[in-house]
């Protein structure tokens, strides 16, 4: 069975931007999760997607959006990209939201 | 402020050696679990705990939650350069579908 896939896996944007990164979680998954991880700190939850619903939302500013499809994939929306955005996002799907979250590989955004 | 505190931030020891990282919250955990992380990848689940004083074992590693649930311990057993990389400790708490992780604890392991 195939894990959590996101794509693309690098991406370079410039200042201003808007970026949008996607997830396909675990078949039989439904709890889709996004987390941005900046170099030297532990992954930060930006939202968690369940059934297609927005669940929880972490301290982010509205340039950060999400949405879940209803194969449960997912994808998240930067706008007006900064320069502070540059990070690894992680994306992570689970069966009910609090459980073990299992994590794909990252997209590597770097804003110029 | 950091709901999750790991210590410590890194840790540097000798092959063969037994090593234990820590993970305290100020809050009663739902659920506490432990991944690793190689550098710029994703996270790899290594257990779960959700019982207080719950005790898990896989292969040389071992994680405690205490009777609390507020204080995790991840110990190492005689560790192997095979155990390098970054531990952290992620947790949801009651009432909230936010799920926090700690600052992670840098492990290099020296052959």
């Known amino acids: 069975d195939a894990g959590v896939t996101q794509s693309p896996t690098h991406l370079i944007k410039t200042r201003g931007q808007q970026v949008t990164l996607r997830c396909s979680p675990i078949?039989?998954?439904?709890?889709v999760s996004w987390y941005q991880q900046v170099l030297g700190q532990g992954p930060q939850f930006i939202f968690q997607?369940?059934?297609?619903?927005?669940?929880g939302r972490g301290n982010f500013p509205d340039r950060f959006s999400a949405r879940q499809f209803p194969n449960y994939s997912s994808e998240l929306n930067v706008n007006a990209l900064l320069l502070g955005d540059s990070a690894l996002y992680l994306c992570?799907?689970?069966?009910?939201?609090?459980?073990?979250?299992?994590f794909g590989a990252g997209t590597r955004l770097s804003v110029l | 402020s950091q709901e999750l505190e790991q210590s410590p931030q890194s840790l540097i020891v000798q092959e063969g050696k037994n090593l234990t990282i820590n993970c305290t919250s100020s809050?009663?955990?739902?659920?506490l679990y432990w991944y690793k992380q190689k550098y710029g990848e994703g996270l790899i689940f290594l257990m779960m705990?959700?019982?207080?004083?719950e005790e898990k074992s896989h292969e040389k590693i071992t994680a405690k939650l205490d009777e609390k649930k507020q204080q995790s311990s991840l110990h190492i057993t005689a560790s192997q350069p095979s155990h390098a990389g970054i531990y952290l400790c992620?947790?949801?708490?009651?009432?909230?579908?936010?799920?926090?992780f700690g600052t992670g604890t840098r492990l290099k392991v020296l052959a």
């Open positions: 992570a799907s689970s069966f009910q939201g609090r459980d073990i979250q299992y």
């Open positions: 078949s039989g998954h439904k709890s």
């Open positions: 997607y369940y059934e297609k619903e927005e669940r």
């Open positions: 809050k009663t955990l739902y659920g």
């Open positions: 705990l959700q019982k207080g004083g």
């Open positions: 992620g947790a949801a708490f009651s009432g909230t579908y936010k799920y926090i």
